[in-house]
Every structure is written in structure tokens, then in C-alpha cells.
């Protein structure tokens, strides 16, 4: 390796063996001391904001709760007593901007508008925090705090702490080393310039003069006898030369045989597998061959010459003697697959044939070095694994075509019971109400009480029948993923419950600009089977309220509908989303156990997943995803969509 410039010497390298050594310790010193303050500083500087977010939060629950904002905002003017705190925010529970706190000086917009995923995190020199406001285990709302970090102060600080430290540290090593050297390399230096004279002048008889009883010294000793031993040797090498100058032309020609020897072995080797063979120039066999001897069962007399053909099967020879004409005059490989004579077992199997030419000096072929590997039961495998496959595919077919008959049948029999079942239906709801019409007057009042309730179960069991055939036909539907206004389509939805009991004054939210990619069909079902339960469980609750949003929770975009009507116990939540199941009596609320079976089929196909939170009495959040990312306008936007809720609400 060519040595820097300014370090030839040992003089040099000793100098600047003492400075790098210093100035390493100094900056692995200095830089470890500075990492585990800074980290010492950062760990400080969350449990310092962690504990002053945890005050203020658990101070501002009154405020929340009371919806006081003069307190919420007396709360965050509290940390002007604290500088490093540059920026404050409180939210709702809806995620509202409620009341904000900006040091003096400094720009309102550094307040995020909505609330962030709760934790801590860093940058633009700043440490900030998002943590949600919990009391009697109910979110109550966020709080939003930003500090100044100061790490890069801190930082500069510590670097000239360290280069001045590294300044004075280096400079003693220089003194340091100025005393070193002249002690120290001087008789090395002498040996260095003794070694330059022998090279110059060939002379093997200086010596260098020993001033030390150290290291140094037992190297100045060691160096006089390596001189005596050159001197020595160079004139034993002389006489040596002269001896192998004789011998180059005995070894010229014995590595000349020997490379060839070679040549044929990396050639043989390159090829073994299982028997190998050689012929000469013409593809004759001119030796004993053992190991084809052993495979085929001929003799070494019969497959001498050509014979060794003859033990191919009869109807490949043919092609086999063209192959090797060829090969012969173009001197190139074979690499044939045919059948062989097998002696043990007396059959012909499959084997793989491969010759390769030997070629001389010259660019003629030598001889010819092949071998034959025995394929047959690899073959047998691969047509076994033929045939499987073809079974397979007829298997999947067969299958596949059962399936289809299946559909089919299903089909016919949805096309069966929406006719067969729904015709005896009918007439018993027409001859009921004909009844109830002619006998107005005329029967009493147990007897119309007894044709309201076949009328009335007659209802039940005409829609139990559609939402079967309805959740039949949602695995059979066709999916056409598109981009859905899925905020639109949940007015449409509550409008028309509105118009079919105008009488009710519900509290109804639907946030702005919210877009799926999914089925227009699928969703209208989803929203209509979650918007009508909501609509039917606030039947009973004094100041019914729904609510249409997203969220986003966990790195994924959360479809949600909330209400504050009857809600359930989360113990029975696990059958919730079985056909068939009911957490009320039809007494209390009507219906017939599907459209929530019907709501989880359609979201599993579209890749999402749906599950809710509720309390007894306080109502109930069904939240839900679709396997894709969901848009929605600003918070702004949605903020003023509540107004205007609001204000329709009292209307």
C-alpha cells in the first residue's frame, strides 16, 4: 500500500500515532458523554411535558364536562408561567377545537386543528404531545402541548466543550511526542539508513553499531545476523543458479505432458455421474470401460470398436450413428437422451447421453470422454406427476362444474320460495284484511285483536323471507369497486326514514365529503341496515342523536355510525353478527336478526372487517373498514356541517 505523504518516516508515524490515539479517546469520550446527555435530556424532556400534560388535562375535565370554555382557557393561560411551553390546545370529545393557548409572540397556527394519534413526538426544535382525556374510563376529550426542545443548543454547546478540551489534549501530545522521538527513533533511524547503504551497495559485510540494551537493541543484533545470513545465502543462490539453469529444459517438457494429463482429467471430471467412458478420435473404444461393462452387460470384446452401439435400443441407433457423424465432424459436444441396455435388470431404460472432445495442441480432436446417466426413474416420476396433474385439472373441473350446478339450484330455489312462500302469504294478509273490512262492526273486539296479529305476523314472516333472499343474493352479486360519495348516500338514507316518521325530532350529523371505493349497491345496504337500527333504537331515548364519520385509527381509515339510543351489553357482542340474532324482544323494537349478518357479509367482501362499542342504555358505535383508504373534507368543513345540523335539528 503506498504510504501518505508526511509519514514515510517512524519519526512521523510515531507523531502521528500519539496525535490520532489522543484525539480518538477524546472524541469517543466526548461524543459518549454528549449521547447519553442528550438522551438523558430527551428522556427529561417527555416526562417533563407527559407530567405537565396529565395537570392540565385532568384540570380542564370540568371544563369539558361543563362545556365552560372561560375555564378551559384559564387552565392553558396557566402555562405562560412556564416559557419553554409555546403552544397548548384543548378538544372535545368530537374532536373540536375547543379553547387554545399561543405564547406571546407567536403565531396561532401552530395549533393542529384536529387531534393527532395520542403519544409524544419531535421536530422543527420543537417537542409535542397528543393525549386523550379520560375520566370514569369515557374519552371526554384531547389535549394538544408544544415545547421548545433546545437540542440543538445543547448540542453546539457540548461540541465546543469538546473541541477545546480536544485543542489543549492535542497540543500536549505534540510536546509529548517531540521528547518521545528523539529517544526513541534515533537508532532506528541509524538502522533505516545502514539497510539503504547495503541495498546501494551490495555489501554484506556492514554492520550497525548496538548503543542500547533494550528492544532496540536485541533488533540491532537481530539485524547483524540477518546480514551474515544474506551473504551466506547469496553465494549458495549464485551456485544454485547455475544448477537449475540446467534443469529448465528437462521441466519444460515434463510440464508440457503434464498439462496435457490435466487437460484430460478436468475434461473426465467435468463430466462423470454415473458411468463413464472413453473412445478414441473416430467414437471407438479402444480400452477396457469397467464401470459400462458393469451397467450394460457386455463384454469387453463385444463392446470394443463400435460394439458398444449395439447396446442402445434398436430403434435409436439410427439416429444415435447420425449424431455422432455429425459430431465427429464438427467437434462439438453430444447431449442425447435415449435408451440403454440395463444387464442387471434386462430391460432398456432411459439414460442421458454426453460426449465431449478432447483436442490437442493443435485444435484436433484426441479422443472422446463421456458419460451416462441413468434417467429412467426420474422420467417414470415426472409421468406419474404428468398423469396426477391431468386428474387434478379433470378433478377441479368436475368440481368446479358441481358449483355451478349448485348455484344454479340455489337460484331456482330462491326463485321457489320468493314465489311459492310468498303467494300463501298474501292471501292470508288479503283475506284478513277482508275480514277485518267486512266484520268492522260485527265481531268483537277479541276477534279483530286475533286478525291484527295474523296480519301483523304475516308482515314479519314476508319481510323475514326477503332479508334471506337478500342475504343469499349478496355472496352472488357481482362487485364493481368504484369511488362512492358514501356522505351523500347517508342523507339520502336518513331522509327517507325522516319522511316516514317526520313526527321525530332526531339530532342527525353526517360529515361532509366522505369517499369509499366499493359497490354503490352493497354500501346503500350497509347504510341502510346501520342507519335504520340507529334510527329504530333512539325510537325510546328522549334526545335521539346520530352521527355518520371517519376516523382514523391504527394507520387505517374507520367507517363509523353512532347513537345514544338503547344500546346492548358488550358480553353478548360475539353473536351480534349471526343471522337470526336478537339482543331485543320484537315486543321492544321489531325485526328479524339479518340486516346485521347481511352488513358484516357485505364488508368482509369488501375486505374489511366491522365490529362495535356499546353500553346498556347509553347507545352504540358500529365501526367498520372496506379494505381501502377513505377521504374526508377538512375539519372545517365538517365543523360548519355540524352548525347547520344543529340548526336543522331544532327546526
Known sequence: MKPLIGLRSVRHKMFAVVLLTSLTALVVTGVSVALYDLRTYRV??????????????????PALQFDDVQLARSNLALLSVRPVITAAALYNAKGSLYAHYV???????????????????????????????????????????????????????????????????LLAALLLSSWLQVRVTQPILAIAALAR??????????????????????????????????GRRTEALETSNRNLEREISERRSAERALRDSERRYRTLVATLT??????????????????????????????????????????????????????????????????????????????SLRALPVLDADGEVREWVGTVTDIDDRRRVEGEIHRLNAELERRVQERTAQLQEANRELEAFSFSVSHDLR????????????????????????????????????????????????????????????????????????????????????????WEGVLVEGDPRLLRVVLENLLGNAWKFTSKTPEPRIEFGVMREAERTVLFVRDNGAGFDMAYAGKLFGAFQRLHGTNEFPGTGIGLATVQRIVHRHGGRIWCHAQPGKGAVFYFTLGTEATAAPASDNDAAEGAREARSGS
Open 44 to 61: 427529561a424532556s417527555e416526562n417533563d411535558l407527559r407530567t405537565q400534560a396529565e395537570l392540565i388535562g385532568r384540570a380542564s375535565i
Open 197 to 230: 547503504d547495503v541495498v546501494k551497495r551490495r555489501d554484506y559485510t556492514l554492520r550497525a553499531t548496538k548503543s542500547t540494551e533494550d528492544e532496540i537493541g536485541d533488533m540491532v543484533d537481530a539485524f547483524n545476523g540477518m546480514l551474515t545470513e544474506i
Open 423 to 510: 303467494a300463501p302469504l298474501r292471501a292470508i294478509d288479503g283475506f284478513s284484511q277482508a275480514l277485518m273490512e267486512d266484520l268492522e262492526n260485527k265481531v268483537d273486539e277479541q276477534a279483530s285483536a286475533y286478525l291484527t296479529r295474523i296480519r301483523s305476523a304475516t308482515l314479519r314472516m314476508g319481510q323475514l323471507i326477503e332479508d334471506l333472499l337478500n342475504l343469499s343474493r349478496i355472496s352472488r352479486l357481482e362487485m364493481q369497486r368504484i369511488a362512492v360519495d358514501v356522505s351523500g348516500m347517508a342523507r339520502q338514507v336518513l331522509n327517507e326514514l325522516k319522511s316516514r316518521e317526520p313526527e321525530r325530532a332526531v339530532d342527525v350529523s353526517v
Open 103 to 169: 405564547r406571546k409572540g407567536l403565531d396561532a397556527d401552530r395549533i393542529p386543528p384536529l387531534p393527532e394519534a395520542e403519544g409524544i413526538r419531535f421536530g422543527d426544535g420543537h417537542i409535542k404531545i397528543f393525549q386523550r382525556i379520560v375520566d370514569n374510563k369515557e374519552i371526554v376529550g384531547s389535549l394538544y402541548l408544544q415545547a421548545e426542545y433546545g437540542l440543538a443548543e445543547r448540542l453546539l454547546n457540548y461540541i465546543g466543550i469538546l473541541l477545546a478540551v480536544g485543542g489543549v489534549a
Open 274 to 351: 454415473s458411468v463413464a467412458w472413453n473412445a478414441n478420435r473416430s467414437g471407438e473404444f479402444v480400452s477396457a470401460q469397467p464401470s459400462w461393462t458393469a451397467y450394460t452387460g457386455q463384454t469387453d470384446e463385444e463392446c470394443r470398436g463400435t460394439g458398444w452401439r449395439r447396446a442402445f435400443w434398436p430403434g435409436d441407433r439410427q439416429a444415435l450413428e447420425r449424431l455422432w457423424s455429425a459430431a465427429i465432424a464438427t467437434k462439438q459436444a453430444i447431449d442425447y437422451e435415449t435408451r440403454l441396455m440395463h444387464g442387471p435388470s434386462g430391460y432398456y431404460r432411459v439414460v
